[in-house]
Antibody, heavy 123, light 110 residues
């Protein structure tokens, strides 16, 4: 079955860049009508959408993160990635990747999630 | 953007029904039938339980149901079971092509 798996460093120093990758297994990232989303959850807090990216590379970002955020897709590796620059302690969170069906009439929900990866920003 | 409003906690005894509300605006919940609900157990990733307001994914118990009226949506869990104890989040796609999550509701089975 299709699975998503986040990967990346668990510890990032303040002011540095956080880079995470989500690997899609069990199907081509190009199969079906989907886009790919990042969602984060600060410790003990609720969920926050970070941004989403189409297979074409077009991306939409949470306005609160837009100036520091870049999302991309690598179809040759069946992966999509997140990059956040100038991180602070406020970026410490569990980061989840997820899949969003976008077929005709599809309701923009997150039908498949990765297990998440915890990123801590600390010196 | 403000988060969708949910009650912080809801509780019920086994077998009872509970309802979680989710209130937004006409730019999100009221704008589309794109409301979904997620269940999150401690230390686990969220799991989709309702999509497009009232649809259940394959494998989700029919004890979960959703509805919407105007700018508010709700999730009802009937025949409450111990395994339903978790955090629940609503989310809505918005007219700005963004997403809003709810503040989250902790469901306790007494």
């Amino acid at each position: 079955q299709v699975q998503l798996q986040e990967s990346g460093p668990g510890l990032v120093k303040p002011s540095q860049t956080l880079s995470l990758t989500c690997t899609v297994s069990g199907a081509s990232i190009l199969s079906g009508d989907y886009y790919w989303i990042w969602i984060r959850q600060h410790p003990g807090q609720g969920l926050e959408w970070v941004g989403y990216v189409y297979n074409s590379g077009s991306a939409y970002y949470n306005p609160s993160l837009r100036s520091r955020l870049t999302l991309s897709v690598d179809t040759s590796k069946n992966q999509f990635s997140l990059r956040v620059t100038s991180v602070t302690a406020a970026d410490t969170a569990m980061y989840y990747c997820a899949r969003v069906p976008i077929g005709s009439g599809s309701g923009r929900y997150f039908d498949l999630w990765g297990r998440g990866t915890l990123v801590t920003v600390s010196s | 953007q403000s988060a969708l409003a949910q009650p912080a906690s809801v509780s019920g005894s086994p077998g009872q029904s509970i309802t979680i509300s989710c209130t937004g605006t006409n730019s999100d919940i009221g704008g589309y039938n794109y409301v979904s609900w997620y269940q999150q157990h401690p230390g686990k990733a969220p799991k989709l339980v309702i999509y497009e307001v009232s649809n259940r994914p394959s494998g989700v118990s029919n004890r979960f149901s959703g509805s919407k009226s105007g700018n508010a949506a709700s999730l009802t869990i009937s025949g409450l079971q111990a395994e339903d104890e978790a955090d629940y989040y609503c989310t809505s796609y918005t007219t700005s092509s963004t997403y809003l999550f709810g503040t989250g509701t902790k469901v306790t089975v007494l």
